[in-house]
Each structure stands twice: as C-alpha cells, then as structure tokens.
C-alpha cells in the first residue's frame, strides 16, 4: 500500500510535465511556420564588377517567405560595414537601393552585401559581392565652345572645362561643302586642362562644324554646343552670300559709312585664288548681284568703300559654291486658311530630288521687308504658318534649298488677308 501511494503521489506532477513539454512543442513548431525567414539576392552589381563614384543602382531581388506578413527595411554594408537604411515602400514594393561610393576609394576594390527584415524580425543577408573595381565618374560637359577666324585657312576655338578629374579632351569636326557631307570625327585628343586649340589647312569653300567633349577612364562626357564657321559673324559690314542655281551670287553687306562715294566689289579668280575688282558701285547700296560665275565653281567675295581719296578696309570675306546644274523654282504655291488663325501653304517641288528642303519666307503688311519664317524637309510640299494676326495682309513666297547657301529661285510672291 505504501508503494501505491508513492506512485499516486507523483504521478500527478509528471503528468503536468509532459503535457507541458508536448504541447510546448507544438507552440513551436507553430511559431516557427508562421515566422518565415525573407529571401534576398543580387543581380548587380556582382563580383568583380567595376563602379564608378557617386550613385550606382543596386538590382536585387527580394521577397518574404510564403506564410510571412511582408518585408520592413534593408540594411547596405559596404566592406561589411553598414552604410544606410531604406524602408519598404508604403505600396509594399521594394526600394531603389544605391551603392553610393565616394571618390576616397577610387582605384581601390570593394565587397558590399544587403540585409533584408521583415516584419517579424527575421532577416536575411545576401551573398556578399567581392572585388568591385572603383574607377571614377564621367567629366562635366564643358560648355561655352567659340570660334574664331585666324585667316582664310585656320580658326581658334576656346571653351569652359568644367570638370576637374578630365584626363584629357577630344575634338570633333563635321565638313559640309561641295554637295558632300563628312560626318563628325575626332580630330584632335587633346591633353587635360587644355581650354583652347586651332584647326588648320581648312578650305574656305567649306564649312566646318565642331564640338568637344571631356574624356576619362570612366568614358566621355556630354559634347559642348556645335559650332560652325558659318556662323562667324561678319563685323559692323555682316557681308553675306547665297547662290541661285548655277549662275548667280547675291551679296548683301551693311552700309555703316556715312561719307562714301561708292563700294567696291572683289572677287577671287578660281584658277589663282587671287582677288580681283569685280565691280565699283554708288553710295548707298547695300547689295549686288554677280552673273557672271560659271556652275561647280567656288569663288570668295570682299567688300570695300571708297571716298573721294582713301579705300576702306576690307569687310569680312565669304565664300561660295554654286550648284552644278539649274534647278526650276517651286510653282503653284497656294494658300488655304485654318482654324487658330492660320494658314496652310501648298506647292509643287520641281528639283527632280536635287531639293534638301525648301525655306518658306514672308512679309508683313505692304511696305515690310522678307523675313524666313520657318523650312521644312525635302520630302515635304506643305507649311502651316500659326503666327498671323486677325485683320493683317501678308506676302509668302519659298524657294527650296539646294546646298549650303544655294538655292532655287523664289515661287511668285502669294498674298493672304487675315479676316
């Protein structure tokens, strides 16, 4: 009997014990299907990659496991030392997440990993990206580009360097003239810090665009503005020309003197590149026609004015190219008012696809002058002028483009009244 009891008396506690343990355990095992452990990996940048300073957009991959209640922040370690913090998204995407590498570490290699949490607490590390190469970031643009003519054959051209970790400049040109295109190339690598160079052996019948951009090991910065040798200016006189098809070059200059008794006109042999007086002029005038050139033929213009003893200096000079064969004016230009107020312009192109566009002009009002208005490219025959006025007369006329500074002759002149 008294062994009876000795049973009885514990068996009562150890019952307790193991119902505790049993059902301890599956509390547990509870706990831990409902608490998921997040997943995370990174697509790059990756062992043995190459960055470059500043900000580089890390492409991950994160997610929370099956049973969890979603993702809270990340944590970034860069030589496993932690760098930022970035919460989830509100929407519950994951967040742009940035190497951000500062120019202390250029030319070293660094490791970096991302830890994810969830809202749990679990988290979870990614695997730890080695060996990342830091080359420097991309120079600044430099800006500012400007020329400037030295003689017929050479120009200098200056910028603004704007950056201070260039390891040196490239200069590029573009060539237009004579009917052909050479497209932009380098054509000259320059060293670092340099803000000016010269081109030289330039023909003065063509015209050279140029840009320049800043170099390093990280590649090339945005090109500066485009700059062209047509685009010089031409002083207080501003001697302009254009070509009509093969036969004849129009000048036009401004007449700043106020004492002249007449401009003399030169113009340059084409067999000796050597000027000669074309033609003497009264005061007063500020243009003058050439009839006397022949097609495919380059030639370069002067102007000077005279008094009853001296001769001025010279004024800038201009060269021109004209066209190898006649080409007939665009016929049958028409107009059709729009809605806005506008006005819808039409025309026939007869250049049998010589035309690299046409240039639409107009004046305004009876006594006004031509002014270009706006072009439009070879394949297209129609223009829509949406800058008129209510109750105002307007004059068009177009000519299409043949070459830089040729032309064909003008349509006849089309007048249109604004109700």
Same mark, same amino acid.
């Given at each position: ?183 932009? @190339? ?80 030169? @113009? ?128 068009? @006329?177009? @000519? ?20």
């Amino acid at each position: 009997m008294k062994a009876v009891s000795h049973i009885k008396k514990y068996a009562q506690p150890i019952l307790f014990l193991l119902l505790t343990i049993i059902f301890g355990c599956v509390e547990s095992i509870t706990d831990t299907q409902t608490s998921t452990t997040p997943t995370i990996s990174i697509n790059s940048p990756k062992t043995g990659d190459t960055v470059s300073v500043g900000k580089t957009t890390i492409n991950y991959q994160a997610a929370d496991g099956s049973s969890g209640t979603g993702l809270s922040f990340y944590e970034l370690y860069v030589n496993k030392v932690f760098v930022k913090r970035y919460n989830q998204n509100t929407d519950g995407t994951n967040p742009i997440i940035y190497l951000e590498v500062d120019s202390t570490l250029i030319h070293t290699r660094i490791n970096y990993s991302l830890k994810v949490y969830n809202t749990t607490g679990k988290s979870k590390e990614s695997q730890l990206q080695e060996n990342i190469y830091v080359k420097d970031k991309i120079p600044n643009t430099p800006t500012n580009l400007l020329l400037t003519r030295l003689n017929d054959f050479t120009i200098t051209l200056k910028w603004d360097d704007n950056s201070k970790n260039e390891t040196g400049f490239e200069l590029w040109r573009k060539d237009l003239g004579n009917g052909t295109v050479i497209d932009y @190339r380098i054509i000259k690598s320059l060293s670092v810090n340099t803000i000016s160079t010269t081109d030289g052996s330039l023909s003065p019948y063509i015209d050279y665009y140029y840009k320049v951009r800043a170099i390093n090991e990280s590649g090339a910065s945005v090109y500066s503005n485009e700059i062209s040798t047509s685009s010089l200016p031409g002083g207080p006189w501003n001697l302009k020309v254009e070509a009509t098809g093969t036969s004849l070059v129009k000048l036009t200059w401004v007449d700043f003197a106020s004492t002249e008794q007449g401009f003399q006109i030169e @113009r340059t042999d084409p067999s000796t590149n050597n000027f000669k007086v074309l033609a003497i002029t009264g005061p007063n005038v500020t243009e003058y026609s050439d009839n006397t050139v022949a097609a495919s033929s380059s030639y370069k213009y002067r102007v000077a004015f005279f008094t009853q003893t001296t001769l001025s200096g010279y004024s800038n000079e201009v060269s021109i190219s004209t066209f190898h064969t006649d080409v007939t004016a665009p016929t049958n230009l028409a107009a059709t008012l729009v809605a806005g107020p506008g006005v819808k312009l039409t025309w026939v192109d007869n250049s049998k696809n010589l035309s690299k566009g046409a240039v639409i002009e107009r004046q305004t009002g009876t006594t006004g002058q031509f002014i270009e208005i706006g072009s439009v490219t070879a394949d297209i025959v129609e223009y829509t002028d949406r800058t008129v006025k209510n109750g105002t007369t307007y004059f068009y @006329r177009i @000519r299409q483009k043949l070459d830089n500074n040729v032309y064909t002759p003008y349509t006849s002149t089309l007048r249109v009244d604004i109700p």
